[in-house]
């Protein structure tokens, strides 16, 4: 958010230098680019047109130099100074498919130039698959938050999914057929599926 009464500064015609104006001497008109007025402070990206009206008579402002226009611009989640994070384990179980926890507003948390900046609400960003990295098995996984809105850019996030309980129910052993006895060890082969996926030996289980 920005408050333009905290960082509005006025100068002097003669002499140069900055002229300090109490608060309650202005005020301060700032309107979208739609027209519509915004009170308060601004807490959107985009440009706004903000007007000075003098309340004291003991300050007059030049001629023309009422007004002046301000941009806000998106927050880069591409840029190096910043760093998105997620307090605590973000974790997700194993399901066969891609797959990424739910990261709903007030979770992703923003570091700017190391100052923390609060969390990126929902509405300004999308998660994405993370081009060329894991999102199906169990380890270490990557995903891809997209800016939108107030938010540019994308940055990587990594989070952790699950390996999937073999005594779950949708995991099971298809039955052995019929075996002939040859006087050795039998090996027959097992088939184990998690629902309607065949799992492979090695990979999936051991």
Do not use: W
């Not at 440009?47 to 003991?58: A, G, I, L, R």
């Amino acid at each position: 958010a920005l408050n333009i009464e905290d960082t509005i500064v006025f100068a002097r015609v003669e002499g140069g230098g900055e002229q300090a104006i109490p608060e309650n001497a202005f005020a301060l008109t700032i309107t979208d680019e739609n027209g519509a007025q915004v009170t308060g402070t601004i807490r959107d990206a985009g440009t706004y047109t903000v007007k000075v009206t003098m309340e004291s008579d003991s300050y007059v402002l030049a001629e023309g130099k009422d007004t002046f226009t301000v941009t806000v611009q998106p927050l880069d989640l591409s840029g190096e100074e910043v760093v998105l994070r997620v307090e605590g384990p973000l974790t997700v179980g194993y399901t066969g498919a891609s797959v990424y926890p739910q990261i709903g507003g007030d979770v992703l948390e923003v570091e700017l130039n190391g100052k923390y900046c609060g969390t990126l609400p929902a509405d300004c960003f999308t998660i994405e698959a993370a081009e060329g990295k894991n999102d199906v098995n169990a380890g270490d996984a990557y995903l891809t938050i997209v800016g939108q809105g107030n938010a540019s850019g994308e940055a990587e996030l990594a989070y952790t999914i699950t390996a999937k309980s073999i005594a779950d129910q949708s995991v099971n052993v298809e039955p052995i057929g019929e075996l002939v006895y040859t006087g050795a060890a039998l090996e027959p082969p097992v088939t184990v599926k998690d629902g309607e996926k065949a799992l492979v030996e090695g990979t999936d289980y051991a």
